[in-house]
């Protein structure tokens, strides 16, 4: 039986890792939202710990989905769903336009860190085998 080769890991892009870590701060945001929902009794200790942990693994699901169109869209849905919890507790208004405002922020500066990236890659010229042998 031959070894197999190593796995080559898959260079990740910048608004990739800046949405996924994004998303992953608002998983947070969400354990301690639905712990504060708890402890404000608005909510039942079932429906805090359902509700909480059913966000937290789309947020979890979103993160690893980013790297698709589909899934930053996913991501865009999930800002919106997050200013929606202020229906529960009215403070996250404002802390979920917040997010909204970080995860524009990265989508956006990602895009264009990317854009840079591309051109430098694409200015420099590519060097043969032969010469590198040489």
């Known amino acids: 039986m031959s070894p197999r ?7 990740r892009s910048a608004s990739e ?11 947070f ?21 359902v509700g909480g942990v059913g ?3 789309l947020l979890a699901i979103a993160g690893r989905a980013v790297r698709y ?14 200013i929606a919890i202020g229906i529960v507790l009215p403070l996250m208004y404002f802390i979920g336009a917040g997010f909204l405002a ?20 694409a200015s420099q010229e590519p060097t043969s085998s032969k010469e590198n042998n040489a």
Do not use: M, N
């Open 55 to 57: 966000f937290i693994l």
């Open 102 to 121: 970080l995860y524009a922020f990265c989508f956006v500066k990602g895009r264009s860190l990317d854009a840079a990236k591309a051109a430098h890659l």
């Open 17 to 27: 890792s800046l949405l996924s870590i994004t998303l992953g701060l608002e998983g």
């Open 29 to 49: 945001l969400i354990f301690f939202a639905a712990l504060s929902a708890y402890g404000l009794d608005v909510v039942t200790p079932l429906q805090a710990l």
């Open 5 to 11: 080769a190593p796995r080559v890991k898959r260079e």
């Open 69 to 82: 169109p589909a899934g930053r869209i996913f991501g865009w849905v999930l800002q919106f769903a997050i």
